[in-house]
């Protein structure tokens, strides 16, 4: 994999088996390609940044490391870093603007978001009703505070975020807000001010984080401090997001190509916390406005969901091109499963029929699509804001409004390797726990009937005679 800071400017293979050089820069050119002839399709030109290949002096690699390395979170520390070949992969800074080359002199503020999938499964394979009704999100939080990653389970569901209801996609934010675990982080001028570092060591203050933000959100300085001004902020800075997230600043063929109906899949899950308040209110009708054909949120969401037959109905399609492999191993660079990541591949992606005629052809689309549509649902989203008076505005850099001043911005989207091929059984897997746990230990609770089944079924064996 690729290891790079948001504040870097390059990246340098991480190693494992001691690839060979040559190994190494087919590795970094199928990254390169794959943001370039693939992913670019699906965002758009100004919303991805593949970056290039480039060699360094060995001197400089190595030093380069035993500075970073005391930085490096703590689960990322047993992993050595490529000193031998000198290739490494030349990336913006994106917790600056991208909108122009030259280095922006005002203060800079970028908000980092992690959406995950938006979607509620619809696909016709999904074996647990649940799945149809409780978002993928919200189920894993309870298995991950279980297993100790997060102590507490986040009230954030990402379909209400992907929903264009600007009430639900604030309540969203706010709630990863005071929850942020690894899914937002905040950076003043490209230090991190919010946020998690790592697993554990989290900045979740909003009194701290108000004062980095009030510069930002009032410059004049006619707010007092207390509560009050806290909330405030927090609420402008809710606001700004939500319309950044709405802008449309790219055009691509992906705003052309619908891939399944939204409407095809509920439009909320259960499990949200917004939700449950409108219940408990005597509402049982959560709005879902739509996004904006032309904003990021869409264009993500329209790659998720690639995935319309659900982890459930692609395993078998899995096996499917694993038993053909077997059978035909030298087919596996025909089949393009490591590249070459080009027009070719990306045109293949484009079918969207989901009846299966039994061939490899289908299978293998539908794993590729599975694969784009993991790496969508894992991304992240770069916001990145500076103050601008109003005669400094010009048309040709997107602005922003709030209370008391305005901004111009740029929305960025990284982390788009490609999901391995071979970690579709773990996927599988992990699935089955993550609804098992949830039924179990989440939806019995509320349900005593579901919970008596669960008791006698840790207790007996069901046996089966003839009759």
């Given at each position: 994999?690729?290891?790079?800071?948001?504040?870097?400017?390059?990246?340098?293979l991480?190693?494992?088996?001691s690839?060979?050089?040559?190994?190494?820069?087919?590795?970094?050119q199928?990254?390169?390609?794959?943001?370039?002839?693939?992913?670019?399709?699906?965002?758009?030109?100004?919303y991805?940044?593949?970056?290039?290949?480039?060699?360094l002096p060995?001197?400089?690699?190595?030093?380069?490391?035993l500075k970073?390395?005391?930085?490096?979170?703590?689960?990322?520390?047993?992993?050595?870093?490529d000193?031998?070949?000198?290739?490494?992969?030349?990336?913006?800074?994106?917790?600056?603007?991208?909108?122009?080359?030259?280095?922006?002199?005002?203060?800079?503020?970028?908000?980092?978001?992690?959406p995950?999938?938006?979607?509620?499964?619809?696909?016709?394979?999904?074996?647990?009703?649940?799945?149809h009704?409780?978002?993928?999100?919200?189920?894993?939080?309870?298995?991950?505070?279980?297993?100790?990653?997060?102590?507490?389970?986040?009230?954030?569901?990402?379909?209400?975020?992907?929903?264009?209801?600007?009430?639900?996609?604030?309540?969203?934010?706010?709630?990863?807000?005071?929850e942020?675990?690894?899914?937002?982080?905040?950076?003043?001028?490209?230090?991190?001010?919010?946020?998690?570092?790592?697993?554990?060591?989290?900045?979740?203050?909003?009194?701290?984080?108000?004062?980095?933000?009030?510069p930002?959100?009032?410059?004049?300085?006619?707010?007092?401090?207390?509560?009050?001004?806290?909330?405030?902020?927090?609420?402008?800075?809710?606001h700004?997001?939500?319309?950044?997230?709405?802008?449309s600043?790219?055009?691509?063929?992906?705003?052309?190509?619908?891939?399944v109906?939204?409407?095809?899949?509920?439009?909320?899950?259960?499990?949200?916390?917004?939700?449950?308040e409108?219940?408990?209110?005597?509402?049982?009708?959560?709005?879902?406005?739509?996004?904006?054909?032309?904003?990021?949120?869409?264009?993500?969401?329209?790659?998720?969901?690639?995935?319309?037959l659900?982890?459930?109905?692609?395993?078998?399609?899995?096996?499917?091109?694993?038993?053909y492999?077997?059978?035909?191993?030298?087919?596996?660079?025909?089949?393009?499963?490591?590249?070459?990541?080009?027009?070719?591949?990306?045109e293949?992606?484009?079918?969207?029929?989901?009846?299966d005629?039994?061939?490899?052809?289908?299978?293998?689309?539908?794993?590729?699509?599975?694969?784009?549509?993991?790496?969508?649902?894992?991304?992240?989203i770069?916001?990145?804001l500076?103050?601008?008076?109003?005669?400094?505005?010009?048309?040709?850099?997107?602005?922003?409004?709030?209370?008391?001043?305005r901004?111009?911005?740029?929305?960025?989207?990284?982390?788009?390797?490609?999901?391995?091929?071979?970690?579709?059984?773990?996927?599988?897997?992990?699935?089955?726990?993550?609804?098992?746990y949830y039924?179990?230990?989440?939806?019995?609770?509320d349900?005593?009937?579901?919970?008596?089944?669960?008791?006698?079924?840790?207790?007996?064996?069901l046996?089966?005679?003839?009759?």
């Open positions: 994999m690729v290891l790079w800071n948001r504040n870097s400017r390059c990246s340098v991480q190693h494992a088996d690839p060979t050089s040559e190994e190494i820069l087919h590795h970094l199928n990254i390169v390609d794959f943001g370039k002839h693939v992913m670019k399709q699906f965002f758009g030109e100004n991805v940044h593949h970056g290039e290949i480039i060699q060995l001197d400089f690699v190595r030093q380069l490391c970073i390395q005391p930085e490096r979170p703590e689960s990322r520390c047993d992993k050595d870093m000193t031998l070949s000198g290739y490494a992969m030349c990336l913006p800074n994106l917790t600056r603007l991208q909108t122009y080359r030259f280095v922006e002199p005002r203060p800079i503020l970028c908000i980092e978001i992690k995950k999938c938006g979607f509620i499964p619809f696909s016709s394979h999904v074996s647990q009703e649940i799945k009704k409780v978002c993928r999100y919200c189920m894993h939080q309870h298995l991950k505070v279980a297993n100790g990653k997060w102590k507490r389970p986040s009230k954030y569901c990402p379909v209400d975020l992907f929903s264009g209801n600007k009430q639900r996609m604030h309540f969203a934010l706010k709630s990863l807000l005071q942020a675990q690894n899914n937002l982080k905040i950076f003043k001028n490209g230090e991190l001010i919010y946020g998690c570092k790592d697993d554990q060591e989290c900045s979740s203050d909003w009194n701290e984080l108000a004062r980095h933000l009030k930002f959100f009032f410059p004049s300085n006619g707010l007092v401090s207390g509560p009050h001004c806290t909330r405030t902020i927090v609420k402008e800075l809710i700004v997001i939500t319309l950044t997230l709405l802008s600043t790219d055009a691509c063929r992906a705003g052309d190509m619908k891939t109906p939204v409407s095809q899949g509920r439009s909320y899950c259960e499990a949200s916390a917004f939700n449950k409108l219940v408990r209110n005597g509402k049982h009708k959560l709005e879902s406005s739509g996004l904006p054909r032309g904003c990021l949120l869409y264009k993500t969401l329209q790659a998720q969901m690639l995935d319309m659900d982890i459930e109905g692609l395993y078998p399609l899995y096996n499917r091109v694993e038993q492999l077997e059978e035909f191993p030298e087919e596996r660079s025909t089949l393009q499963i490591d590249g070459p990541y080009n027009e070719a591949f990306y293949k992606l484009l079918d969207l029929s989901t009846e005629d039994g061939t490899i052809a289908f299978a293998l689309t539908k794993v590729q699509q599975y694969r784009i549509a993991m790496t969508a649902k894992d991304c992240s770069m916001i990145a500076s103050p601008c008076l109003q005669d400094e505005c010009s048309e040709q850099r997107p602005v922003v409004l709030a209370s008391k001043t901004f111009t911005f740029s929305v960025s989207v990284l982390d788009l390797d490609l999901k391995p091929y071979e970690s579709i059984p773990h996927q599988y897997k992990l699935d089955g726990k993550i609804v098992n039924l179990k230990n989440v939806q019995a609770k349900d005593p009937v579901m919970s008596s089944l669960f008791k006698e079924n840790e207790d007996c064996t046996v089966l005679h003839k009759v």
